[in-house]
């Protein structure tokens, strides 16, 4: 049974179409976010929700619009795709803030979205 | 601001043999968590060791382990008796208080490679 599951695992669209990512935790966690991986391999936080609220926003573009239904699912809508959009996204969950007895926080990723935008 | 900085893109090892992967990292937190991240060639992002900023032990798991240097802000994993999958990406990150814990950040990531 997939602890973070997310689909579909690879989309390939036009430039300037929409796409959507969803994703699914079932460990009971609060806090889920979406990570990029770009061709260099660098992963870069996008978004972090906690109890369904918005709590990081690093800087996206508002053509990425997340939405939590509930605490165990997370989707990102994609709007007006751009070349630069390529890449692997992660979704992720951990429990929530810092660690402590018996939660080191860690994260628990999806196996990634590899979306390829031509 | 937060920053973990990893500075060998590339390392190589033999097989059975030890092996450290670089990892500093900069912060004005005074409660912070380290973390290491495997990345196989399949692509997905496997959990390997934790250590806490107030931990005074360093972390161990399996054959892996965490040389944790608070005053030089370093945090190096530590692989003993290296196997042939071991080879893959390794990321070290960091998440800290100032951000309540919700943001974990990466480093630019190590790719291991080990010979037969």
């Known amino acids: 049974d997939t602890a973070v599951s997310q689909t579909p695992k690879y989309l390939v669209t036009q430039m300037g179409n929409d796409k959507s990512i969803k994703c699914e935790q079932n460990?009971?966690?609060?806090?889920m976010y979406w990570y990029k991986q770009d061709s260099k391999k660098f992963l870069k936080i996008m978004f972090s929700?906690?109890?369904?609220?918005?709590?990081i926003n690093e800087t996206v573009p508002n053509r990425f619009s997340p939405k939590s239904p509930d605490k165990a699912h997370l989707n990102l809508h994609i709007n007006s795709l751009e070349l630069g959009d390529s890449a692997v996204y992660f979704c992720a969950s951990s429990q929530a803030g810092l660690a402590g007895v018996g939660n080191t926080g860690e994260l628990f990723f999806g196996e990634g979205s590899r979306l390829t935008v031509l | 601001a937060q920053k973990i900085t990893q500075t060998q893109p590339g390392m190589f090892v033999q097989e059975k043999e030890a092996v450290t992967l670089d990892c500093t990292y900069d912060t004005s937190d005074q409660s912070y968590g380290l973390f290491w991240y495997k990345q196989p060639s399949s692509g997905e992002m496997i959990f390997l060791i934790y250590?806490?900023?107030?931990?005074?032990q360093n972390a161990t798991e399996g054959r892996y382990s965490l040389n944790f240097q608070k005053a030089r802000k370093s945090a190096n994993l530590v692989i003993s008796a290296s196997q042939l999958g071991d080879s893959a990406m390794y990321f070290c990150a960091m998440r800290g208080i100032n951000t309540g814990g919700f943001k974990t950040i990466f480093g630019a990531g190590t790719r291991l490679f080990v010979k037969a």
């Open positions: 250590q806490g900023s107030y931990d005074e």
């Open positions: 929700y906690n109890n369904k609220e918005l709590i």
């Open positions: 460990l009971g966690h609060d806090t």
